[in-house]
């Protein structure tokens, strides 16, 4: 790992509608989702270019993109890429109202990488990113539903057998508390950094869905919420890593 510490983003977009997470966005501002009006989807950009602007962060790992809404670039983007976020074969990737509902990321560095798949639930993307040095990411979105979250931690588990050096992040939707994911972090040598910072609702935040999940050899590893801005549901994470 470098000297200057290495900065991982991670932020669950809300497809650039603008929501806070509150029960009046989504009672009365739920059109959004199906069309959301220029101005605000250019306000939610702003707000991005701003905070990749103060933070500089190395690796951005996004959830939640709509690809006509453009890819939210980094002014110094090496590598990047954006995927619709359902299963290869899925009929979800041909609906007009899913299709473009995609995962992504990008980088300030050349990294390798790969796309894989959860076997079930409907969000089944992937990213495989290494980092180099031996270091290497998973990005995941987990399913709603419990019991589909069960088994996608099953199959997490298998994918991270034999890998003692991977960081795992996404929205893992969470409802009950992270101790649903004490079994997989255990079992895979995990610490969850940011168990106690809570990430959604954005306007008030009470639950922590969006987590980084880091290798318990990592020690100097911290991350932080960032409450001062708000351009999603979800509040942005910030993963700082140092040699």
């Not at 180099?132 to 298998?158: M, P």
Request: charged share 20%.
């Amino acid at each position: 790992m470098p000297t200057q510490p290495y900065r991982v983003l991670l932020m669950n977009l809300g497809y650039a509608t603008g929501l806070d997470g509150s029960l009046r966005s989504y009672l009365f501002q739920w059109y959004r989702y199906l069309y959301t009006p220029r101005k605000i989807i250019r306000r939610v950009r702003q707000s991005i270019y701003g905070l990749l602007n103060r933070e500089n962060p190395d690796l951005c790992c996004f959830v939640e993109i709509h690809r006509k809404h453009g890819f939210v670039p980094h002014p110094h983007a090496y590598t990047s890429h954006i995927d619709n976020k359902y299963g290869r074969f899925s009929i979800l990737r041909r609906l007009p109202f899913f299709r473009d509902n995609c995962n992504g990321f990008f980088s300030r560095n050349p990294l390798e990488f790969r796309k894989r798949y959860f076997s079930i639930g409907s969000k089944k993307l992937v990213y495989d990113i290494e980092l180099g040095n031996g270091l290497s990411l998973l990005l995941v979105h987990f399913a709603l539903s419990r019991e589909t979250r069960k088994r996608q931690c099953i199959e997490l588990k298998e994918m991270l057998q034999g890998r003692s050096n991977t960081i795992v992040c996404g929205d893992f939707n969470i409802f009950k508390g992270t101790r649903e994911l004490s079994a997989l972090a255990e079992a895979c040598g995990l610490q969850i950094v940011n168990a106690h910072h809570a990430t959604f609702p954005a306007v008030h935040p009470r639950m922590t869905l969006d987590l980084f999940l880091c290798p318990k050899n990592l020690s100097h590893v911290s991350a932080k919420v960032m409450d001062d801005i708000q351009v999603s549901d979800h509040l942005p994470v910030m993963l700082e890593l140092r040699s």
